[in-house]
């Protein structure tokens, strides 16, 4: 009996484990870590209608600053104390190469009875700060690690879900987990 129950706690935690809880608020600037900010002074691109937020993610804090370039949404996500964690960027579905859209597609197929992507966001990382701001400033490094952050719906067993799930740049899954809105996001009015 001890071992059913200890069973069920572990899946259970596992469970808590891949769900994404997100909450996220403006901030000013002057509550920004100093580090966040010396690394966003190094971008010279023309950032439009640049926004600071708060974030707190399953328990992980973290800076995030919201700007458009080239009519496309980028995000920058730091740390806690300010250090650089990835860059995102906003794209459509079509701009996906045909090969890494069939590679999704085919993931979430073995996986989902139906599903819909939702958002794709093109993923930018690098052990390396110089490598993201290059990366920023003229183009793509070969330096940096690119992947794909996709939120999609998904129906299993009857029941649709929301997940994020994070692709390599080929399009093969790595991870997923599901999504946990608030009750207070999907009031509708």
Do not use: C
Not at 120 to 129: G, P, R
Not at 132 to 144: A, P, Y
Not at 167 to 180: A, H, M, N, P, Y
């Amino acid at each position: 009996m001890k071992t059913i129950v200890l069973f069920i706690l572990i899946l259970v935690s596992f469970q808590i484990a891949a769900q994404k809880k997100e909450h996220e608020q403006r901030v000013d600037k002057d509550s920004v870590p100093e580090k966040a900010l010396k690394f966003v002074e190094q971008i010279k691109i023309d950032m439009k209608h640049p926004r600071w937020y708060k974030e707190n993610t399953s328990g992980k804090r973290s800076y995030e600053i919201k700007f458009v370039y080239d009519h496309q949404l980028h995000s920058v996500e730091f740390n806690e104390v300010g250090l650089i964690e990835d860059i995102e960027v906003m794209i459509k579905k079509r701009k996906l190469k045909p090969e890494v859209l069939r590679t999704i597609n085919n993931s979430l197929d073995e996986i989902y009875d139906k599903y819909k992507i939702v958002k794709i966001q093109k993923q930018f990382s690098s052990e390396k700060e110089d490598d993201l701001i290059k990366m920023l400033n003229q183009g793509i490094s070969e330096d940096v690690v690119v992947k794909y952050e996709i939120e999609f719906e998904a129906k299993q067993n009857g029941s649709w879900k929301m997940y994020e799930g994070t692709f390599t740049k080929d399009g093969r899954l790595e991870s997923k987990r599901e999504i946990v809105i608030r009750s207070t996001e999907n009031l509708n009015y």
